[in-house]
């Protein structure tokens, strides 16, 4: 009689409904059976409630394809609205991005709670029914993750049409203001951005609209919400998305997830749909299914404790690195390099007169404006003096240094006037016998940095008593103090009349820089004081707000690597000042740079084709690549990412520092087993993922990018495997490209002896492609050190032969074998040809001593 008393209670009394729990040590989430169906009345993790718990399901149906005219008011609220008719890279992505899928403005949002709920082995089953589709779902809590609920929703069709399942939304903010949202790969933030297109275009914010992002470009499936200490995400289960290259051709533009930081109804929350309404498996027939399996995280902790365990547990970007195999190491690479880098005709170096001096570069057949297939231009000054110094080759040295070196005199304008000390243009175009910027005519502050500061300053480093080049250095250093605002920050360009221009986007890039070169060089208090100047600038209204300005001018300097560059820089100007506020500013724009790296799909050994050769899944793996530039508009939307992991080594630099092992895990990941994009004859990778294995291509000023970052790479992860018992000077870093910097100009320290780099052109043969070596001579000239890396994550063995003739006179009298702290080991060398076991990623050293 109880029992039924209860029974017609719960049928006619109003209030009194069932209840659901899923409980463990971490989370409780509980549901209450309301008028409108079972809605979520409380979650707890670990002892923190959210306040605003919800459990509402969406699906978004239409009958027909749904529109894809792009609404381009959206963007009238920028200022001065956002013409892209001079970017033809850019048109057609921003036109996608405002179309109304993307807006979330297409179709009929249908929002429910379920109707019944049943309970079974800690498994809470719900169904609902509407006009359009049935919908089951089951939520369960992770076992081994306790802060993880896992969710899997099938949609039945009743009308044939266009579907989208949305993850329910678990719970909203009070007063829909987030601490901290971020959609990895296309902005974080702490600070909520009305102005779409930084928000949407520049990621600058947090988009105040239910924006569906593409996952293309999304570098981790873990859209974010952090709030009263709480952080919330979606991480949609393994293969949801897509495949950038399924099977045979490049996939990378299919749209088969959606991620939001933002639900339909305009509540922060993070979301995730699939299908994709209008995109491929979105249209059913009557009776047809799809199933959208996901996960929700819910932690009391900081959005990268969050967004890591979506890298590292859910897709497992660890395992990675046990399914690299080299064919080739990256030691070996420079060196091929080293050739192809002295060849005129594979290098594309031409010279010519110009104003009186014979200059020198190599051809550019990328986009420049006004370029008729003319274009010049030298990338990478620091790796091509370096490399130069440390092999003592003799083209470098007598052939090319000294016409790259008159290229950087006549790039930077001398003549009095506005733009006096500056640099005139990165590219020389030859049949108009001009200097010209890439993207139109305007010259930017931080041009001046990195084609008159960073280059002259790492020439510098190796030629100290070139005065003429002291006086260029100057000139450029006092017009970067000109330029520079009372407040620190520079403007992002000037056009020819003087006047400032792309006054809608504030220069939040590392333009101080040019000041810590200039304060190094020259010992001038005064540049030291701008640069601090300028670093606080960026600090305060960038990296703690999470917001970044890339260095491309064709793609109107969306974020791309300049990110990576603040963080070295922000690291030098600490190793100057001490002062600990640039270091911490560095790590965290370094947590926020590894969201520039893809970290899905997992990779495995599934069988693909490339152009008609077999591959393995992980040979031609996105994971672990970076952007160019990322986003909504930048290269990966159509290209994926790029080869160029300039960021390795000073990923690696931060591992030292902060023993976070995603940093070390990333470094090693972006350059080691890279072989599927390397060009066979002449060791230069591509560019662009999409490119696979066609070396240069329009690119051959890349290869001395391509030098420059395998070389600190590996003198990094040298320091690092020795704890710092070995350490070259560094350099300045690389102009526009990243953070790698240069080494070779002075002397190191190996084991307590000085020693500088130094590696000849066929005085070291390393048989196994798994090790990677460098070697330095000690300044007396008597001794050789032989620097072995193990690459792989097992033991390897190599034999490795040294050819005294090409050692500077140092011959094998004395041969010792040392492990990663200088302790001699017990097995005995002899002769010219040795054979050496290495631990996985360790390091030992070979003490040749005349």
């Not at 601090?532 to 999470?546: F, H, P, S, V, Y």
């Not at 001699?824 to 990623?841: C, D, F």
Request: with cysteine; proline share 5%; net charge neutral.
């Amino acid at each position: 009689m109880r029992n039924c008393l209860l029974l017609l209670s719960l049928l006619i009394c109003p209030g009194v409904f069932a209840q659901q729990r899923l409980q463990n040590e971490q989370l409780t989430l509980e549901w209450k059976q309301t008028s409108r169906g079972y809605q979520l009345q409380r979650i707890v993790a670990s002892g923190q409630s959210l306040p605003q718990p919800s459990g509402e399901y969406l699906v978004i149906y239409s009958a027909g394809k749904p529109d894809s005219i792009p609404d381009l008011h959206l963007a009238d609220g920028h200022p001065g609205g956002f013409s892209l008719k001079d970017y033809i890279y850019l048109t057609k992505n921003w036109e996608n991005n405002l179309s109304p899928v993307a807006m979330n403005t297409a179709g009929k949002a249908i929002h429910f709670f379920p109707a019944t709920a049943k309970q079974n082995n800690g498994i809470l089953a719900f169904n609902a029914d509407n006009t359009e589709c049935s919908v089951n779902a089951s939520w369960q809590l992770d076992k081994q993750y306790k802060n993880d609920i896992l969710v899997s929703i099938t949609l039945t069709a009743k009308q044939a049409g266009y579907y989208s399942i949305a993850s329910p939304t678990l719970a909203t903010l009070a007063g829909n203001k987030p601490d901290f949202a971020m959609l990895p790969g296309y902005f974080q933030s702490n600070t909520i951005q009305p102005d779409l297109v930084l928000a949407y275009a520049y990621g600058q914010g947090i988009p105040d609209k239910p924006v569906v992002f593409r996952e293309r470009t999304a570098a981790t499936l873990s859209p974010l919400v952090s709030s009263k200490g709480i952080t919330m995400a979606v991480i949609p289960a393994p293969g949801t998305a897509r495949d950038p290259w399924e099977k045979d051709v490049i996939t990378q533009a299919k749209w088969k997830l959606g991620l939001s930081v933002m639900n339909r109804q305009g509540q922060y929350t993070p979301v995730a749909y699939h299908p994709v309404l209008g995109q491929e498996d979105s249209y059913m027939h009557t009776g047809e299914q799809r199933t959208f399996s996901f996960r929700y995280t819910v932690q009391p902790a900081d959005w990268y404790t969050v967004y890591k365990h979506a890298i590292n547990d859910v897709y497992r970007f660890p395992e990675f690195l046990k399914l690299k195999n080299t064919h080739t190491s990256l030691t070996s690479r420079i060196m091929a390099m080293l050739h192809y880098l002295g060849d005129d005709s594979t290098s594309m170096w031409h010279t010519f007169r110009y104003k009186g001096l014979e200059i020198g570069a190599q051809a550019y057949m990328g986009g420049v404006v006004g370029a008729e297939h003319d274009a010049m231009k030298n990338s990478d000054y620091g790796a091509m003096w370096m490399l130069a110094n440390i092999t003592q080759d003799t083209t470098l040295l007598k052939h090319r240094l000294p016409a790259a070196l008159n290229f950087k005199l006549v790039q930077q304008q001398e003549d009095p006037g506005f733009f006096q000390g500056a640099a005139i243009g990165q590219y020389y175009l030859w049949k108009r016998a001009r200097f010209t910027e890439e993207w139109g005519h305007y010259v930017e502050p931080i041009a001046l940095t990195y084609y008159t500061m960073l280059d002259i300053g790492n020439i510098l480093l190796f030629e100290p008593g070139n005065a003429q080049l002291q006086q260029r250095l100057r000139l450029g250093a006092d017009k970067l103090l000109q330029w520079q605002h009372t407040n620190g920050h520079w403007e992002v360009a000037y056009d020819d009349n003087t006047a400032p221009t792309f006054t809608d986007i504030p220069d939040l890039r590392p333009t101080f820089y040019g000041l810590v070169v200039a304060y190094r060089i020259l010992k001038d208090e005064k540049y030291l004081l701008a640069a601090r100047k300028g670093a606080d600038w960026l600090i305060k209204n960038g990296i703690d707000k999470g917001s970044y300005l890339g260095v491309c001018g064709d793609t109107r300097f969306v974020a791309d690597f300049a990110t990576a560059q603040t963080v070295q820089a922000m690291l030098d100007i600490f190793d100057i000042t001490k002062d600990k506020r640039y270091q911490d500013a560095a790590i965290t724009a370094a947590k926020v740079y590894t969201a520039s790296v893809y970290t899905h799909p997992i990779p495995d050994m599934k069988q693909k084709t490339v152009n008609g050769t077999p591959r393995q899944d992980w040979e031609i793996s996105q994971v672990g690549l970076s952007f160019e530039h990322g986003g909504s508009l930048g290269s990966a939307n159509n290209h994926g990412p790029i080869m160029l992991a300039s960021h390795a080594g000073m990923f690696v630099r931060i591992f030292a520092l902060t023993h976070d092992s995603l940093f070390i895990n990333m470094a090693r990941a972006a350059v080691l087993g890279r072989d599927a994009f390397v060009d066979q004859a002449t060791q230069v990778a591509s560019y662009y993922w999409m490119a696979m294995n066609k070396g240069a291509g329009p690119y051959p000023h890349h290869a001395w990018w391509q030098v420059g970052l395998l070389t600190d790479y590996l003198v990094s992860e040298i320091s690092l495997r020795s704890n710092n018992r070995i350490s070259f000077p560094k350099g300045f870093v690389t102009p526009k490209v990243g953070p790698h910097t240069s080494y070779g100009f002075a002397p190191g320290q190996v084991l307590g002896a000085a020693a500088n780099l130094y590696l000849p052109d066929g005085m070291l043969e390393v048989r196994n492609p798994q090790v990677d070596y460098l070697s330095a001579r000690s300044t007396d000239r008597h001794t050789l050190y032989i620097m072995l890396l193990n690459s792989d994550d097992d033991q390897q063995q190599t034999a490795i032969s040294f050819d005294p003739s090409k050692a500077g006179g140092i011959s094998p009298n004395q041969v010792t074998l040392l492990d990663a702290a200088g302790k001699p080991e017990k097995q005995v060398l002899s002769g010219n040809t040795w054979n050496v076991t290495i631990p996985a990623y360790g390091l030992k050293i070979i003490k040749i001593r005349s």
